[in-house]
T-cell receptor
Framework: EDKVVQSPLSLVVHEGDTVTLNCSYE??????LLWYKQEKKAPTFLFML????IEKKSGRLSSILDKKELFSILNITATQTGDSAIYLC?????????FGQGTRLTINP | NAGVMQNPRHLVRRRGQEARLRCSPM?????VYWYRQLPEEGLKFMVY????????ESGMPKERFSAEFPKEGPSILRIQQVVRGDSAAYFC?????????????FGPGTRLTVT
């Protein structure tokens, strides 16, 4: 059965810290890996990764995929209180998107 | 672009009643996906539809749940004879493409509470 596991489940840091969120997967016929940010409502799209070793960046956020070791990381540098959210990793396999359980990130001022 | 719209945003039903959740995809998107999110859990895929077709319903419970995406109008997720365990947030997402390389845009969700 397809599986996506995120770690840590919960993380509390101070504003300005750098965080790394992890996502490992076992999925049949991997197509892509996606990261979403979920605040109070709908998840919003952050990144889509399809190739190993190519970093995607958007401001203070960056992500990279390792298809050999079957994982991805999401980095956030110089965190701000507005980064507090649940970060969801999803992998597109043979038939559908499979989501991890999410990492709840809290940034304290 | 109005984005993906879902209504109602909050729905309260008593056990045994029917719940109808609506999703209007983004303009130009013909692919719709429904997900369920239980408290403190990730999103779980339920069903994938294109206009007038169910492509993949492997995540949908076999009984009481049905989905449609008619030629005209929104996609509907229907839950008959609701039970307390159906209480969850139901998210709809749409994409312009099929399964190869896409981004899904999510609606704000419908929070269903069964009393």
């Amino acid at each position: 059965e397809d599986k996506v596991v995120q770690s840590p489940l919960s993380l509390v840091v101070h504003e300005g810290d750098t965080v790394t969120l992890n996502c490992s997967y076992e999925v049949t016929n991997f197509r892509s890996l996606l990261w979403y940010k979920q605040e109070k409502k709908a998840p919003t799209f952050l990144f889509m990764l399809t190739s190993s070793g190519i970093e995607k960046k958007s401001g203070r956020l960056s992500s990279i995929l390792d298809k050999k070791e079957l994982f991805s990381i999401l980095n956030i540098t110089a965190t701000q209180t507005g980064d507090s959210a649940i970060y969801l990793c999803a992998v597109e396999g043979a038939q559908k998107l499979v989501f991890g359980q999410g990492t709840r990130l809290t940034i304290n001022p | 672009n109005a984005g993906v719209m879902q209504n109602p945003r909050h729905l309260v039903r008593r056990r045994g009643q029917e719940a109808r959740l609506r999703c209007s995809p983004m303009k130009g998107h013909s692919h719709v996906y429904w997900y369920r999110q239980l408290p403190e859990e990730g999103l779980k895929f339920m069903v994938y539809l294109q206009k007038e077709n169910i492509i993949d319903e492997s995540g949908m419970p076999k009984e009481r749940f049905s989905a449609e995406f008619p030629k005209e109008g929104p996609s509907i997720l229907r839950i008959q004879q609701v039970v307390r365990g159906d209480s969850a947030a139901y998210f709809c997402a749409s994409s312009p493409y099929g399964r190869s390389s896409y981004e899904q845009y999510f609606g704000p969700g419908t929070r269903l509470t069964v009393t």
